[in-house]
């Protein structure tokens, strides 16, 4: 069955580096990989989409690649704040069944 | 403010019962999904609606129904409830000319415990 896998570990960082997440995933080949941000007891909220005629995808601090012969996505948060803390999810799309990896919880630290 | 709103925000209740979750879509959204979320399963789809008709199953239990109703709200019906449905529950819903499962406007969340 399709799968997607994010690091289940935390991802802690200095505030002002870059923080870099990965999304890897089999059994499928996505048209396109969103990346969404979820704050603890909240529901996720939509950050990018990167198709798979896309190579990299960029917004404001945010810059997501797609890599279609690794199975693989790289989220980039540059100039990274305490604020950008959260847990960030992958989600396939254009496939039948919405599916969403378990997340990669990012801590910024001041 | 995503738009999508959802009652109740909690839910406490006890084994064997059976709830009724409520979502409204953004305005103008045809597409509703619902997902359960805990902490050891992440973010799984129950099931989605599009103008009414069921669109995607995912792993919803037969314990569980949904329905979305002419005004596009659409509920999810939880009966026989076990201690293993405490999650929180969230939903969704996505513009209704951008295809498969585009960007999904997630609601607040219903919190149900089940005690």
């Given at each position: 069955s399709?799968?997607?896998e994010?690091?289940?570990?935390?991802?802690?960082?200095?505030?002002?580096k870059?923080?870099?997440l990965t999304?890897?995933?089999?059994?499928y080949?996505?048209?396109?990989?969103?990346?969404?941000?979820?704050?603890?007891?909240?529901?996720?909220?939509f950050?990018?989409?990167?198709?798979?005629?896309e190579?990299?995808?960029?917004?404001?601090?945010?810059?997501?690649?797609?890599d279609?012969?690794?199975?693989?996505?790289?989220?980039h948060i540059?100039a990274?704040?305490?604020?950008?803390?959260?847990?960030?999810l992958?989600?396939f799309?254009?496939?039948?069944?919405?599916?969403?990896g378990?997340?990669?919880?990012?801590?910024?630290?001041? | 403010?995503?738009?999508?709103?959802?009652?109740?925000?909690?839910?406490?209740?006890?084994?064997g019962q059976r709830?009724t979750l409520?979502?409204?879509?953004?305005?103008?959204d045809?597409?509703?999904?619902?997902y359960?979320?805990?902490l050891?399963?992440?973010?799984?789809?129950?099931?989605?609606?599009?103008?009414?008709e069921?669109r995607?199953k995912?792993?919803?239990?037969e314990r569980?129904?949904?329905?979305?109703?002419?005004?596009?709200h659409?509920?999810?019906?939880?009966?026989?409830?076990e201690?293993?449905?405490?999650a929180?529950?969230?939903?969704?819903?996505?513009a209704?000319?951008?295809?498969?499962?585009?960007?999904?406007?997630?609601?607040?969340?219903t919190?149900?415990?089940?005690?």
């Amino acid at each position: 069955s399709q799968k997607i896998e994010q690091n289940s570990e935390a991802l802690n960082i200095q505030e002002g580096k870059t923080a870099t997440l990965t999304c890897n995933y089999t059994n499928y080949s996505p048209a396109y990989l969103q990346w969404y941000r979820q704050d603890p007891g909240r529901g996720p909220v939509f950050l990018l989409l990167i198709r798979e005629n896309e190579k990299e995808k960029r917004k404001e601090r945010l810059k997501v690649t797609f890599d279609t012969t690794l199975k693989q996505s790289l989220f980039h948060i540059t100039a990274s704040q305490p604020a950008d803390s959260a847990t960030y999810l992958c989600a396939f799309g254009g496939s039948y069944i919405p599916t969403f990896g378990r997340g990669t919880s990012l801590i910024v630290h001041p | 403010d995503s738009g999508v709103t959802q009652t109740p925000k909690h839910l406490i209740t006890a084994t064997g019962q059976r709830v009724t979750l409520r979502c409204s879509p953004r305005s103008g959204d045809l597409s509703v999904y619902w997902y359960q979320q805990s902490l050891d399963q992440g973010l799984q789809f129950l099931i989605q609606y599009y103008n009414g008709e069921e669109r995607a199953k995912g792993n919803i239990l037969e314990r569980f129904s949904a329905q979305q109703f002419p005004d596009l709200h659409s509920e999810l019906n939880l009966s026989s409830l076990e201690l293993g449905d405490s999650a929180l529950y969230f939903c969704a819903s996505s513009a209704p000319d951008r295809g498969n499962h585009n960007e999904q406007f997630f609601g607040p969340g219903t919190r149900l415990t089940v005690l």
